[in-house]
Nanobody, 122 residues
Framework: QVQLVESGGGSVQAGGSLKLSCAAS????????YGWFRQTPGKEREFVAL????????FYADSVKGRFTISRDNPKNTLYLQMNSLKAEDTGVYYC???????????????WGQGTQVTVAS
């Protein structure tokens, strides 16, 4: 069973950058898809980005396209989310998760990390 641990969250001024990491222990299936989601109090968790663990194009939510970059380091078993030009509305708890389908729907993700807080001050 794969476990996920996020890190790298923090507080930053609007316009700044943060890089989140998600360390995976154990080995996911060869068809695994890794995603980033975020949640703000009072709102539903929303999709941010996804990538296949073994190659292929990433996919982004429109709200982060051009500002965020999802990547992975396979030998290190680590997923990343580079976040640039941060806005106040990017504030939230960021989660990484694993699915067996190339899909942005939260319901297909079966393993989740505990989340890391990102706060962007305007």
């Amino acid at each position: 069973q794969v476990q996920l641990v996020e890190s790298g969250g923090g507080s930053v001024q609007a316009g700044g950058s943060l890089k989140l990491s998600c360390a995976a222990s154990g080995r996911a299936s060869s068809s695994a898809v890794y995603g980033w989601f975020r949640q703000t109090p009072g709102k539903e968790r929303e999709f941010v980005a996804l990538i296949r663990w073994h190659g292929g194009s990433p996919f982004y939510a429109d709200s982060v396209k051009g500002r965020f970059t999802i990547s992975r380091d396979n030998p290190k078993n680590t997923l990343y989310l580079q976040m640039n030009s941060l806005k106040a509305e990017d504030t939230g708890v960021y989660y990484c998760a694993i699915a067996n389908e190339y899909d942005r729907a939260e319901r297909v993700y079966h393993t989740w990390g505990q989340g890391t807080q990102v706060t962007v001050a305007s």
